[in-house]
Nanobody, 124 residues
Framework: QVQLVESGGGSVQAGGSLRLSCAVSTYTYSTDRLTWFRKAPGKEREGIGTIHINTGTTYYADSVKGRFTISQLNAKNTVYLQMASLEPEDTAMYYC?????????????????WGQGTQVTVSS
């Protein structure tokens, strides 16, 4: 069974940084893409960035472009989300997703596998 496990969430002041990790197990996903989503209370789940595992190509939502960076460590089947210049508006539960079925990468319905999420809270 495919497992995705996020870690690294926490509380930080505005302007600070955090690095989230997504560890993928029991899954050969070299041709897949892994995408980070976030869900804030009262808001829709938002796709914020994605990486194609084979090529390393990344794309970001406008809301995080220039502040967030996705990278990967293939040897450990781990993808990272480096977050900088955090704002209170970044407060949300953050999820990683894999098993891309096609279509637009920012659509939550396009993914088969999800992690349990890790909370990020940014205070002003």
């Amino acid at each position: 069974q495919v497992q995705l496990v996020e870690s690294g969430g926490g509380s930080v002041q505005a302007g600070g940084s955090l690095r989230l990790s997504c560890a993928v197990s029991t899954y050969t996903y070299s041709t897949d893409r892994l995408t980070w989503f976030r869900k804030a209370p009262g808001k829709e789940r938002e796709g914020i960035g994605t990486i194609h595992i084979n090529t390393g190509t990344t794309y970001y939502a406008d809301s995080v472009k220039g502040r967030f960076t996705i990278s990967q460590l293939n040897a450990k089947n781990t993808v990272y989300l480096q977050m900088a210049s955090l704002e209170p508006e970044d407060t949300a539960m953050y999820y990683c997703a894999a098993g891309f079925l096609g279509g637009f990468w920012w659509f939550a319905s396009a993914y088969q596998y999800w992690g349990q999420g890790t909370q990020v809270t940014v205070s002003s």
